[in-house]
């Protein structure tokens, strides 16, 4: 007979950090979207005290003081790019993708065109048929113009990107 182990659940994963959580779910978002839900609702609004178990105290938008964490100004910078609806969009032609390149395609309801992609391997991705775009990254609220006549050549991250023309 052999030796049976005893397990217990566990409790705690590894933590992901304040900045973690921001790239995690604006990158969860964008997925779920490809799966045509209608409402997408977060688990808090708020981080929970020590009543909660150690696995739920951190999912919150806000910190125990009730200030926003980098997650809040991810989501408020990602919906200023969307808008409050999309529909879905058409991806334009791509080249050079990594691998492990993921993108989702939208349209805006003033007619914009986005691009949310990532990937875990840093690249170049080329968009030959797109001469003018902004690229914008939400977890840092940058913003990039490009614009080039034989085609747009954005760099590739692991965090989410949003390209906007």
Do not use: C
Not at 19 to 38: E, H, K, P
Not at 67 to 81: D, G, M, N, W
Not at 146 to 162: H, S
């Amino acid at each position: 007979m052999g030796l049976v182990e005893l397990r217990r659940p566990r409790e705690m994963q590894a933590l992901i950090g304040v900045d973690g959580q921001a790239d995690y779910t604006l990158r969860r978002l964008a997925l779920m979207s490809t799966q045509d839900y209608q409402r997408i609702f977060l688990f808090a609004l708020s981080d929970l005290d020590d009543r909660a178990s150690a696995r739920d105290q951190h999912y919150g938008l806000l910190d125990l003081n009730g200030e926003p964490k980098p997650v809040y100004q991810a989501l408020s910078r990602f919906l200023e790019i969307t808008g409050p609806s999309l529909k879905p969009g058409q991806t334009p032609l791509l080249e050079g993708m990594p691998d492990t390149f993921y993108s989702v395609a939208w349209t805006r309801n003033d007619g914009k065109h986005l691009l949310m992609f990532w990937s875990a391997e840093a690249g170049t991705l080329k968009l030959p048929e797109i001469h003018q775009a902004t690229l914008y990254d939400p977890l840092s609220g940058t913003r990039q113009s490009l614009d080039l006549a034989d085609g747009i050549a954005p760099a590739v991250k692991p965090t989410l990107q949003i390209l906007v023309w």
